[in-house]
């Protein structure tokens, strides 16, 4: 399994590091490799939070989020996002983006690709921080299975029950941070982070609708079959438009995760092409984990998993909304998401043993076999 899930991300690890070496010689290659592993290293709680997605689509579109969704996550959000994100904030038309971009020594305005990718950053963070404090307050808020941090959990779970909840807490942080972090970028944060509102409402609005339907269908069509088990196999068999809405919202959640690193990578070089091979090297890896970790089951065995991926995510959110003006290393919210997801694998780690224990000791058989 191991083979058939990374055997892409070793080939292409192989490919682009040869491509650097040939390229750019032993500096391009070291500078690729850096940023190939300061992307896993930064991101493996977006692979997590990807998983809990991925797994309630079929096979196939699991097939689409490695394929397609690589092309998109590497040359889309990664190369050419950032030219998008450049030309509509400086006001630059496509053909001096591109000049910039692949001439690290030209201006525009006084200024180079990258720092003009760093003055758009009021835009990214607040777009990027509201789409995931909202995927962290409906997570937090909603109703869940098992409760990792019971003290805290159940009462917001009880104070989620209020309509609308986390719009409402996203809009207010959205009118802080314009006012407390945003200065002169008052008007842009307000506008990009209402976007990213917009956005995760939209995208995973029409998912959960059309994910609502296909389960009403599959469960109409199973009168034989008990509910609990009909619902437990559409969440994993979902496919067509809430397959496809799963793969869009996917993708912006990639993008929010992806912002922080390839503005930040340009601290490490400013070649554009350098940057793309080793962040698309990384989130080749990211990938593939996402889809190990639905294939292995490891978000099952691992119930609290989950609960700290969103936690990190909800860290992550905060870091963007301060980027707005104070400058934070990419390491810090690196540690942060490892420090959040190997807590809660510890936590699953100690509940799973303590569940074992009480089952011996239920079972008489296995009791007298031990």
Same mark, same amino acid.
């Given at each position: 399994?191991?083979?058939?899930?990374?055997?892409?991300?070793?080939? =292409? +690890?192989?490919?682009? &590091?040869?491509?650097?070496?040939?390229?750019?010689?032993?500096?391009?290659?070291?500078?690729?490799?850096?940023?190939?592993?300061?992307?896993?290293? /930064?991101?493996?709680?977006?692979?997590?939070?990807?998983?809990?997605?991925?797994?309630?689509?079929?096979?196939?579109?699991?097939?689409?989020?490695?394929?397609?969704? *690589?092309?998109?996550?590497?040359?889309?959000?990664?190369?050419?996002?950032?030219?998008?994100?450049?030309?509509?904030?400086?006001?630059?038309?496509?053909?001096?983006?591109?000049?910039?971009?692949?001439?690290?020594?030209?201006?525009?305005?006084?200024?180079?690709?990258?720092?003009?990718?760093?003055?758009?950053?009021?835009?990214?963070?607040?777009?990027?921080?509201?789409?995931?404090?909202?995927?962290?307050?409906?997570?937090?808020?909603?109703?869940?299975?098992?409760?990792? &941090?019971?003290?805290?959990?159940?009462?917001?779970?009880?104070?989620?029950?209020?309509?609308? !909840?986390?719009?409402?807490?996203? /809009? *207010? +942080?959205?009118? /802080?941070?314009?006012?407390?972090?945003?200065?002169?970028?008052?008007?842009?944060?307000?506008?990009?982070?209402?976007?990213? &509102?917009?956005?995760?409402?939209?995208?995973?609005?029409?998912? #959960?609708?059309?994910? %609502?339907?296909?389960?009403?269908?599959?469960?109409?069509?199973?009168?034989?079959?008990?509910?609990?088990?009909?619902?437990?196999?559409?969440?994993?068999?979902?496919?067509?438009?809430?397959?496809?809405?799963?793969?869009?919202?996917?993708?912006? !959640?990639?993008?929010?995760?992806?912002?922080?690193?390839?503005? #930040?990578?340009?601290?490490?070089?400013?070649?554009?092409?350098?940057?793309?091979?080793?962040?698309?090297?990384?989130?080749?890896?990211?990938?593939?984990? =996402?889809?190990?970790?639905?294939?292995?089951?490891?978000?099952?065995?691992?119930?609290? &998993?989950?609960?700290?991926?969103?936690?990190?995510?909800?860290?992550?959110?905060?870091?963007?909304?301060?980027?707005?003006?104070?400058?934070?290393?990419?390491?810090?919210?690196?540690?942060?998401?490892?420090?959040?997801?190997?807590?809660?694998?510890? %936590?699953?780690?100690?509940?799973?043993?303590?569940?074992?224990?009480?089952?011996?000791?239920?079972?008489?058989?296995?009791?007298?076999?031990?």
């Amino acid at each position: 399994m191991f083979l058939r899930t990374f055997g892409w991300s070793l080939a =292409t +690890t192989i490919a682009g &590091l040869v491509a650097a070496g040939l390229i750019w010689g032993a500096q391009g290659f070291g500078v690729v490799l850096i940023l190939a592993i300061l992307e896993i290293s /930064l991101s493996f709680d977006n692979a997590v939070v990807n998983a809990t997605v991925l797994k309630r689509m079929n096979p196939f579109w699991q097939k689409i989020f490695l394929t397609v969704g *690589v092309l998109i996550a590497v040359f889309g959000m990664r190369l050419l996002f950032p030219l998008l994100v450049v030309g509509l904030t400086a006001h630059i038309g496509p053909s001096t983006v591109i000049d910039l971009a692949l001439n690290s020594g030209h201006t525009y305005a006084g200024l180079t690709y990258a720092q003009h990718l760093e003055a758009a950053n009021p835009a990214i963070a607040a777009f990027g921080g509201i789409f995931l404090l909202m995927i962290f307050l409906d997570f937090i808020l909603g109703e869940k299975d098992f409760h990792w &941090l019971r003290w805290l959990e159940k009462p917001l779970e009880r104070i989620g029950q209020l309509e609308a !909840l986390s719009s409402v807490i996203a /809009l *207010v +942080t959205l009118a /802080l941070a314009s006012r407390f972090f945003a200065g002169v970028h008052a008007e842009t944060v307000l506008l990009a982070g209402l976007l990213g &509102l917009a956005v995760y409402l939209g995208v995973n609005g029409l998912s #959960g609708v059309f994910e %609502s339907t296909l389960e009403e269908d599959e469960e109409s069509q199973d009168d034989g079959v008990e509910e609990a088990g009909a619902r437990g196999r559409s969440m994993v068999q979902v496919a067509g438009k809430a397959a496809f809405f799963l793969f869009l919202y996917l993708e912006v !959640l990639d993008a929010s995760f992806s912002f922080d690193g390839v503005v #930040g990578a340009f601290a490490i070089s400013s070649d554009i092409f350098q940057i793309t091979l080793g962040l698309g090297i990384g989130a080749m890896y990211i990938r593939s984990l =996402t889809v190990f970790l639905v294939r292995k089951g490891t978000l099952d065995d691992y119930v609290y &998993l989950e609960h700290g991926a969103h936690y990190a995510i909800g860290a992550l959110a905060a870091i963007l909304l301060i980027s707005i003006e104070h400058k934070i290393p990419e390491i810090v919210t690196g540690l942060i998401g490892v420090a959040f997801i190997g807590a809660a694998l510890g %936590s699953s780690l100690v509940r799973n043993k303590r569940e074992a224990a009480l089952d011996s000791v239920e079972d008489p058989v296995v009791s007298g076999q031990r």
